[in-house]
C-alpha cells in the first residue's frame, strides 16, 4: 500500500497565526490532495495538485493556499488561521488514471484557539 | 446539495448478521465509485472499488453497482465487532478533474 506521511499529527494555533501541514509519498504518485474532516461532512477537498509546481482549488479552498515543490511533498498553509479552520486534516496521493486509488496519510489534528 | 448520499446515517447489526449500506450519485457523470472504510481516530483505508454493472465479492464483503441509477450497495456478511468503522462511498467522473466526491458516511457498529 502507498506511503504518505504527515507533519505534523496534532497541532495547536492561535487565531490570526500562520499554520504549515506538510505531506510527503514516496510513492512517485502524480496527484496529491487536501482534505479536511468534519462531523456530518465527510470528506471535503480544499486543494489538490498534479504534480510539481501546480495547485488547483478544490471545493472549499477559501482560507487556504497550498504548495507542491516537489513530486514527494505537498504543503496546507493556513496564512491566519481562524477557529472554523479547527478540524482533521488528510493528505491523499494517487496515480493519474481515473480509476486509480486515492490513498490517505495518518491525518493532522489541529485546533484553533 | 451533496452529490453523493450515503445511508442510513448509522446501523446497528448484531455479530455474525448482515450489514447492507447504500449510496447514490446525483451526478450523472460519475462513472467509478469507492467503498472505504475508516475506523475512530484513523484515515479512511480503501476497502473495495467498482466500475462497472454488477457484483464484485471480496471475503466477506460485496459491492453492488447499477449504473442506470447511480446506485451502489455495501454488505457485509458474518459481521465482526472489529467492523465497527464509518463507511465513506466515493465516486469520480470519466471526465474531467481527478477528484473523489465523497458521501458523508455510514456509522456501522457490529454489537458482540
Known amino acids: 500500500e502507498a506511503a504518505v506521511t504527515q507533519s505534523p499529527r496534532n497541532k495547536v494555533a492561535v487565531t490570526g497565526g500562520k499554520v504549515t501541514l506538510s505531506c510527503n509519498q514516496t510513492n512517485n504518485h502524480n496527484n496529491m490532495y487536501w482534505y479536511r474532516q468534519d462531523t456530518g461532512h465527510g470528506l471535503r477537498l480544499i486543494h489538490y495538485s498534479y504534480g510539481a509546481g501546480s495547485t488547483e482549488k478544490g471545493d472549499i479552498p477559501d482560507g487556504y493556499k497550498a504548495s507542491r515543490p516537489s513530486q514527494e511533498n505537498f504543503s496546507l498553509i493556513l496564512e491566519l488561521a481562524t477557529p472554523s479552520q479547527t478540524s482533521v486534516y488528510f493528505c491523499?496521493?494517487?496515480?493519474?488514471?481515473?480509476?486509480?486509488?486515492?490513498?490517505f496519510g495518518p491525518g493532522t489534528r489541529l485546533l484553533v484557539l | 446539495q451533496q452529490k453523493v448520499q450515503q445511508s442510513p446515517e448509522s446501523l446497528i447489526v448484531p455479530e455474525g448478521g448482515m450489514a447492507s449500506l447504500n449510496c447514490t450519485s446525483s451526478?450523472?457523470?460519475?462513472?467509478y465509485f469507492w467503498w472505504y472504510r475508516q475506523h475512530s481516530g484513523k484515515s479512511p483505508k480503501m476497502l473495495m472499488?467498482?466500475?462497472?454493472?454488477g457484483e464484485k465479492e471480496e471475503g466477506r464483503f460485496t459491492v453492488h453497482l447499477n449504473k442506470a441509477s447511480l446506485h451502489t450497495s455495501l454488505h457485509i456478511r458474518d459481521s465482526q465487532p472489529s467492523d465497527s468503522a464509518l463507511y465513506l462511498c466515493?465516486?469520480?467522473?470519466?471526465?474531467?478533474?481527478?477528484?473523489?466526491?465523497f458521501g458523508s458516511g455510514t456509522q456501522l457498529t457490529v454489537m458482540p
Open positions: 472499488s467498482i466500475f462497472s454493472n
Open positions: 491523499a496521493s494517487a496515480r493519474l488514471g481515473v480509476q486509480d486509488t486515492q490513498y
Open positions: 466515493a465516486a469520480r467522473s470519466s471526465s474531467g478533474s481527478w477528484q473523489l466526491i
Open positions: 451526478d450523472r457523470n460519475v462513472d
